[in-house]
């Protein structure tokens, strides 16, 4: 069987050349991009032929591809490039590249057709003028014939890798075996949900509790998929950190064993993380790692894959030893990877990596989205935008007259905007378009600056204001009633006013269903997702969505949940809450001492009873979550949680001690949860909760009840993470015991009342103090 390439990717093997140079310069994007193809070929002949599939065999590699255009009256094949400003400042390597493209596409298609000649054409199409410039070569049959055989033979040897890689892989993965004696309870129901989602060509929403084994799990069954179901790549995605490094665990444990299958695994980091120079810009006259990057990468790609296993730190070492930028070794050896692990922004914002890799290449992906209720409120954030009339201000100051002019009917259209938000009673439904107009012309007078100015000569403000612009006019044009727009007047009336609009995302959906479209199948999981409607309403899932909820492996036994209903949390009652909770937990405490978590609404609630607690037990340890906490700091913060240690600490629902967590055994005893966890009622939220209700019929309950509770059990079930765990979970609240919320609760708590408190004892007694014993 041929080992199978894409044109793009034989091309970009073989012919790239000399250094990485990420210097500024307008490039269209990937709409204007189609446009520009569209108009192109609008303005042929009526025989003119578009996006011509083509194929061809050398050996044992098969490389197949589409055209962008052939005008059989001329014989020409046109390769179509869009671009802005100056061809002049085009790099040799990108041209170089383009007609490496054209010569593999004709000899493909004299293949097809039997030409004994053609003529290529490079077109190049300025998005901002629309005037083409085109360079053309004539070519004989037999000159492309060898011009393709020699790129193939460049790239066989790597064929043949990589075809033997994927055989023994495939062979490897058919025998894989758990890597455990037996399945928990419900993780093998979590698997063969996985795998029959892949099998079908389907999406699976699953819940499935904590402490069952999901990442492994899941990794486990999708991979036993990949050979059955013609799957090249899986993409395993999380909210935090720690996550990734979970799946990264995972993947290592399944790849270990003489019988294992040999597996790659990359792991994507930030960019200001891989940094190795981040005072140097990315370009070979600053950075040492990116000059003749491309010269040095054949040897770096050959280590690093050969290496197998690439999380941050090892893919470091293979750039360190080579001279090459980590951050894109790591891009390029995700082309070669089995699994990549890395951020949700990789695949579901609106220019993810890999995403663009998916449809490019053509890949067959599966995808795992680990605690996938972070990804309405992640997505959300992914599809809003904003604009700040100080900091367009600020950046006029260091612009040409030109977009000086251009940035002053902006600021005047500011004037337009708060005109019209006065007119809405506050309520702006949409931009005025005025206001865009002087937008889109800013927008054009800064493209033809960057366009004319050489690469890299970007002014830092002035750059910045140009992509807020491309962003806010990129969302824009796509608004709708899954996004409302904010307007802020921060300095109404001063000679200077200042104020902000921007387009916040309310419903994601509309966005993330390409996303869900372009993989073989999805898997979002999460210990959260009930109810499924919300989910899938929420993030735009197929209507034949599996959902799974999985049964979880703890025991009623292991668990006391209480409803403390005498306490209310609400907003206006928690001054004199305070001391009721300081002594539940004091109580608690003194009839079990250990380590607790107590999570509350915000951090000013926090230091209130914290405060109140240590005044009434300064015997107690006690820690607490601060805002803005580093790594370090968090690391101190959960270090504290020792076996069989005593103490309290304090936390935000919903924060980095909120979920992701793992204190197993008796690290932690109990929980104490001081809230619904409910967003707070503001105006966006109320603006929220009626826009889903409109769409929904369900308001309050996605705006408010569903989002809060799910930080509710997320934190609870930091209690009970293994079969041997017991614990405590105090829900304070009289909300706790509505039968609607206890609906949304785990099936598998045995929920009961707190009794009546009683009166506090002055101190807790000398045998419940710090140095007592745990569970």
């Known amino acids: 069987m041929p080992y199978s390439v894409a044109v793009r990717a034989l091309c970009e093997f073989s012919a790239r050349r000399g250094d990485l140079d990420l210097r500024f310069t307008p490039t269209p994007s990937a709409q204007e991009g189609i446009a520009g193809h569209q108009l192109v070929a609008g303005r042929r002949g009526p025989g003119y032929e578009t996006e011509i599939a083509l194929r061809g065999e050398f050996e044992q590699l098969l490389v197949r591809g589409r055209a ?9 094949l046109e390769e179509i490039k869009t ?21 593999v596409y004709g000899w493909l298609l004299c293949q097809a057709r039997g030409l004994g000649e053609l003529d290529l054409a490079l077109v190049y199409f300025d998005i901002a003028s629309q005037q083409e410039t085109s360079f053309v070569e004539t070519h004989s049959a037999a000159s492309l014939r060898e011009f393709f055989e020699d790129r193939c033979r460049d790239f066989l040897a790597w064929a043949a890798q990589e075809q033997a890689h994927r055989e023994a892989r495939d062979q490897g993965l058919a025998a894989l075996a758990f890597p455990h004696p037996s399945f928990r309870a419900g993780q093998r129901e979590l698997a063969a949900a996985v795998y029959k989602g892949a099998a079908t060509g389907r999406c699976v929403l699953a819940q499935a509790p904590t402490g069952i084994g999901k990442t492994v799990g ?10 059955p179901c013609a799957l090249d ?18 993947a290592a444990q399944l790849g270990r064993g003489a019988a294992a299958p040999r597996l790659r695994v990359v792991e994507l980091t930030a960019r200001d993380k891989a940094c190795e120079h981040r005072d140097k810009a990315c370009h070979g006259d600053s950075c040492p790692l990116a000059r003749g990057f491309y010269d040095r990468l054949p040897a770096a790609r050959s280590e690093a894959l050969a290496a197998g296993f690439l999380d941050a730190a090892a893919l470091r070492e293979v750039a360190r030893r080579h001279e090459v930028c980590p951050y894109y070794l790591a891009q390029e050896a995700s082309r070669w990877a089995d699994i990549v692990v ?18 490019v290449h053509e890949w067959r992906v599966g995808v795992l989205a680990d605690e996938a209720h972070n990804l309405v409120e992640r997505a959300r954030a992914m599809y809003s935008a904003e604009l700040d009339q100080a900091s367009l201000r600020a950046a006029r100051t260091s612009a040409p007259v030109a977009i000086r002019k251009a940035l002053d009917k902006v600021n005047r259209g500011w004037t337009a905007l708060r005109k019209a938000q006065a007119e809405a009673d506050g309520a702006l439904d949409l931009l005025p378009a005025a206001f865009l107009a002087a937008l889109k012309q800013a927008g054009s007078a800064l493209e033809a600056h960057f366009a004319e100015a050489a690469p890299g000569a970007a002014d830092g403000p002035l750059q910045d204001a140009w992509f807020d612009i491309l962003g806010f006019l990129r969302l824009a044009e796509s608004f709708g009633s899954h996004s409302v727009l904010e307007f802020a007047d921060e300095a109404a009336g001063s000679r200077k006013p200042s104020a902000r609009i921007r387009i916040q995302n309310l419903i994601p959906a509309p966005f993330l269903k390409p996303r869900f479209a372009g993989a073989r199948t999805v898997t979002l999981f999460s210990a959260t997702l009930s109810p499924p409607r919300y989910a899938m309403d929420m993030l735009g899932l197929p209507e034949d ?74 015997e107690v340890p006690v ?17 504290r949680f020792v076996p069989g240690g005593t103490g309290v600490a304090f936390a935000v629902l919903g924060g980095s001690f909120g979920e992701g967590i793992d204190l197993r055994g008796d690290r932690l005893v109990g929980a104490f949860v001081a809230t619904l966890g409910m967003p707070q009622v503001n105006p966006r939220n109320e603006q929220l909760k009626a826009r889903l209700e409109g769409v929904f019929g369900a308001g309050y309950d ?20 293994t079969q041997e765990d017991r614990g405590v979970v105090y829900l304070i609240d009289d909300r706790f015991a509505r039968p609607a919320v206890r609906e949304l609760l785990p099936a598998w708590w045995r929920i009961s009342r707190a009794p009546n408190l009683p009166q506090a004892r002055p101190r807790i007694s000398e045998e419940m103090a710090p140095s007592a014993s745990s569970k």
């Open 68 to 76: 962008d255009g052939y005008d059989p009256v001329r014989n020409r």
């Open 623 to 639: 820690w607490t979550q601060a805002r803005g906490m580093d790594e370090g700091q968090r690391k101190a913060f959960l270090d």
């Open 702 to 721: 996605y705006a408010y009840l569903y989002p809060g509770l799910q930080k509710v059990v997320q934190a609870a079930g930091r209690v009970i993470r």
């Open 83 to 103: 671009h802005r400003g100056d061809l002049a400042r085009q790099p040799a390597n990108h041209r170089h590249l383009h007609w490496a493209q054209a010569k």
């Open 545 to 618: 969505t599996a959902w799974v909820d999985v049964e979880s492996p703890f025991g009623p036994e292991q668990l006391r949940v209480q409803v403390v209903s005498r306490i209310s949390t609400r907003y206006a009652d928690r001054q004199r809450s305070a001391a009721p909770i300081a002594r539940l937990i004091a109580e608690q405490f003194g009839a079990h001492a250990g380590n607790y978590l107590a999570f509350f609404s915000s951090f000013d609630y926090l230091e209130m009873v914290a405060s109140e607690f240590r005044r009434r037990h300064p």
């Open 233 to 250: 790549k899986v993409f395993y995605l999380t909210a935090k950190s720690t996550g990734r490094q979970l799946a990264l665990d995972a």
């Open 218 to 227: 899941t990794i486990f069954s999708i991979l036993k998929a990949v050979a």
């Open 342 to 359: 890395g951020d949700y922004n990789y695949y579901f914002d609106g220019s993810a990596m890999l995403h663009t890799m998916t449809l």
